[in-house]
């Protein structure tokens, strides 16, 4: 298994503070000895990779996220992506995308997000499009699942009406934790899985340091659970972390960064 860092931005300036998440987080990972299932973390003996991008030319980032992650994904048994905002997600899922093709396998895709990120996308799909590009691109819509989304567009709402996406609410969450995380594990039927886990899914009262603050979201402790249950799964492929913003992070002793590592090191 890799960890590879994804330092892409792609959000209108908004994200700038998301490019050092990978480097923080992992960081963050050395104050972590074990995870909650007593495994031993030994940051040291990590495979780490990065991506090296130029945030300004935003076609040839797309290009080399795509590039680099198909080959990754083709030879890696599991991998861990650290963004990074969610505009990194359309091309990493792509790869993944193309990976299942060439194993002749259906793509699942689970999503942990604040908001559908399902905008009429751009000629390169920003962290608010990126979703609906994929969709677009060719990713089948009965293959995703949405858990947690709070405030969206009307233009997004349509867009999932449209195409059946499957969702989770928070609500259903706090009803029956343990009933919905069953729901989740087994949505992919024991097909290639990909999830994506943007760090506004959690209540901004335990995870601040993001884009755009959603109150109502996760608990950590509740993250962590379904996280690490989620690692269970055999055919778990990639996971990806976004919308962890540094610069915002400092004022708060990091405590963004640091509950980014705890989900990371679940997977470890």
Known sequence: MQIIKVPGINAFGRTNGCRE????????????????????????????????????????QEKLIYENSKEIILEQDKVIFLGGDHSISYSLCKSFFEYCKTE???????????????????????????LRALIEAGFSSENILIIGLRNSDIQEIKFLEENKIKQLSINEINNNIEEATD?????????????????????PAFAPSTGYLEPGGLTS????????????????????????????????????????????????
């Open 104 to 130: 002749n396998e259906k793509p699942f895709l689970i999503i942990f997000d604040a908001h559908p990120d399902c905008m009429p996308p751009e000629l390169e799909p920003s962290h608010e499009s990126w």
């Open 21 to 60: 998440a990978g480097n923080v987080i992992i960081n963050e990972l050395k104050n972590i000895w074990t995870n909650e299932k007593g495994k031993t973390i030994d940051v040291e003996k990590l495979d780490l990779e990065e991506i090296h991008l130029d945030n300004k030319d935003l076609k040839e």
């Open 183 to 203: 729901t989740i594990t087994e949505f992919s039927k024991g097909n290639p899985l990909y999830i994506s886990f943007d760090i506004d899914i959690v209540d």
């Open 221 to 268: 402790r509740q993250a962590i659970y379904i996280m690490s249950r989620l690692s269970r799964v055999k055919n778990l492929k990639c996971l990806d972390v976004v919308e962890v913003d540094i610069e915002k992070d400092k004022k708060t002793n990091f405590i963004t960064s640091k509950l980014a590592a705890k989900i990371v090191a679940e997977f470890l």
